[in-house]
C-alpha cells in the first residue's frame, strides 16, 4: 500500500469517526441535568447484587466482558513487548555494578515497599467495596516491588522478581477470568454472568462473582507490569549491543 493509499484510508476512517462522534455529543444528556437513565439503572443493579462498589459492579458484573477486552489488550501488549525486547544474537548479557545509594533514599524506599505492596494488595481485595480494585492495585503491587531497586540494586530485585515466574502468573490469572465466565455458562445463565450468591451487603464475601473476578484481574496486572518493567530495565541495566570487532 503506498503512502497516499494509507492517508486516504485514515482520512475515511477518521472522518467517519468524527460523525459518529457528533452524532453521540448531540444525544448526551445536558449538564447538571436529571436525566441519567444508565446510571440509574446501574446503581440499582449494583445494590440488588450487594455490591457496594458500583464502578466494580459495572466492571466486573454488568459490563465484565468488556472487562475482558481490557485484560486481553494489556495482555497482548505485554506478548508484543517481550517478543519485541527479547535478547538477539548480536546483544550479550553484563551483571549490573551495584550503584551507591544514598542512606534517606534507601531507609524511604526499604521502608515503604512493605506497606506499598499491603496497600496493594488491600486495593485489589476491597475492590467491590471502596474505590480502586484489580487494575488499580495491580499496579499498586507491581511498581511497589521496584522500591527495591530504588533502595538496594538491580540484582536484588532480580531476586525477588523470577520474571519466569511472573509470566505464568500473568497466563494462570487470565485463564482464571475465562474460566469464571465458563462457569457461569455451566450454571446455565450467560458467559461472565453472576452466578454465585450475593452474601452480605458491604463485606468481603458480597458481590457473588466480582471479587474472583476483581482478584484475577489484580494478579494479572500485576504480573503482567512487572514482566513489562523486566524487560524494558533489562534493556537498560543488563543487555549490551555488541558492535563489530568485540568492542561494546
Not at 436529571?34 to 446503581?43: A, K, L, N, S, W
Not at 494488595?121 to 474505590?131: D, E, M, R
Not at 536484588?156 to 515466574?165: D, F, M, N, W, Y
Amino acid at each position: 500500500m503506498t503512502r497516499r493509499a494509507r492517508l486516504i484510508v485514515m482520512a475515511v476512517g477518521g472522518a467517519g469517526l468524527a460523525v459518529l462522534l457528533v452524532a453521540a455529543c448531540f444525544d448526551l444528556p445536558g449538564f447538571g441535568g436529571h436525566r441519567h437513565p444508565y446510571g440509574d439503572r446501574v446503581v440499582r443493579a449494583s445494590l440488588a447484587r450487594h455490591t457496594a462498589n458500583t464502578i466494580a459492579s459495572v466492571n466486573f458484573d454488568l459490563r465484565a466482558f468488556d472487562t475482558l477486552g481490557e485484560m486481553s489488550i494489556l495482555f497482548a501488549s505485554v506478548l508484543g513487548t517481550v517478543v519485541l525486547l527479547r535478547q538477539t544474537r548480536d546483544e550479550h548479557r553484563d551483571a549490573p555494578e551495584p550503584e551507591r545509594v544514598a542512606l534517606p533514599v534507601r531507609r524511604y524506599a526499604l521502608l515503604v515497599l512493605p506497606v506499598a505492596v499491603v496497600t496493594g494488595l488491600y486495593v485489589i481485595a476491597h475492590g467491590q467495596l471502596s474505590p480502586g480494585g484489580g487494575f488499580q492495585g495491580g499496579v499498586v503491587v507491581a511498581t511497589a516491588l521496584h522500591l527495591l531497586y530504588l533502595g538496594a540494586d538491580y540484582r536484588a530485585l532480580e531476586r525477588v522478581r523470577p520474571v519466569s515466574t511472573y509470566e505464568i502468573g500473568d497466563a494462570l490469572a487470565a485463564s482464571a477470568y475465562l474460566v469464571l465466565g465458563l462457569a457461569g455458562l455451566l450454571a446455565g445463565t450467560a458467559y461472565l454472568a453472576n452466578f454465585l450468591p450475593y452474601g452480605t451487603f458491604n463485606t468481603l464475601s458480597s458481590g457473588g462473582t466480582v471479587p474472583l473476578l476483581n482478584a484475577a484481574i489484580g494478579m494479572e496486572v500485576a504480573c503482567a507490569v512487572v514482566v513489562l518493567l523486566a524487560h524494558f530495565l533489562d534493556q537498560a541495566v543488563e543487555i549490551e549491543k555488541t558492535e563489530k570487532g568485540g568492542g561494546k
